[in-house]
């Protein structure tokens, strides 16, 4: 089932959804997470303050706008909101393979203006 959030970032907040994938129960397990994040293009990545495990899935690279993924073998978490370094369009595209996690809504071009570098809480509602 999957597992209502919401996203507290640098003073805005997302809500959405973690997947009922094991990547999604994972996170929704270690509930709530601080994030510690930098932007690359229109994604921000970091690691979490605790780790979640090593989940597996099928990874991709193409996302959607709002999309929520984690690397395990880094173990970070990303959230994509336009086009990234990658992109070939105006899609985002991750530097590899993630496993995708939910998904948010939001203002992205609120989230465009935000540092480069950003600290966030995801919660459960």
């Keep these: 089932m999957p597992t209502p959030v919401r996203l507290l970032i640098e003073g805005l907040?997302?809500?959405?959804e973690l997947n009922d994938s094991e990547a999604g129960r994972a996170l929704a397990g270690r509930l709530p997470l601080a994030w510690?994040?930098?932007?690359w293009g229109r994604e921000y990545y970091?690691?979490?303050d605790q780790p979640v495990g090593n989940p597996q899935g099928q990874g991709k690279?193409?996302?959607a706008l709002g999309e929520l993924a984690f690397h395990s073998e880094s173990g970070l978490l990303?959230?994509?909101f336009g086009p990234?370094?990658?992109s070939q369009n105006e899609m985002p595209r991750a530097a590899f393979p993630v496993l995708?996690?939910?998904?948010?809504?939001?203002d992205w071009e609120a989230l465009a203006?935000?540092?480069s570098a950003v600290n966030a809480r995801l919660e459960a509602l």
């Design 13 to 16: 907040e997302l809500s959405g």
């Design 36 to 39: 510690s994040a930098d932007r």
């Design 46 to 48: 970091g690691p979490l």
């Design 61 to 63: 690279q193409d996302m």
């Design 78 to 80: 990303c959230l994509f």
């Design 84 to 86: 990234t370094p990658m």
């Design 100 to 106: 995708p996690v939910g998904m948010l809504d939001g």
């Design 113 to 115: 203006v935000l540092p």
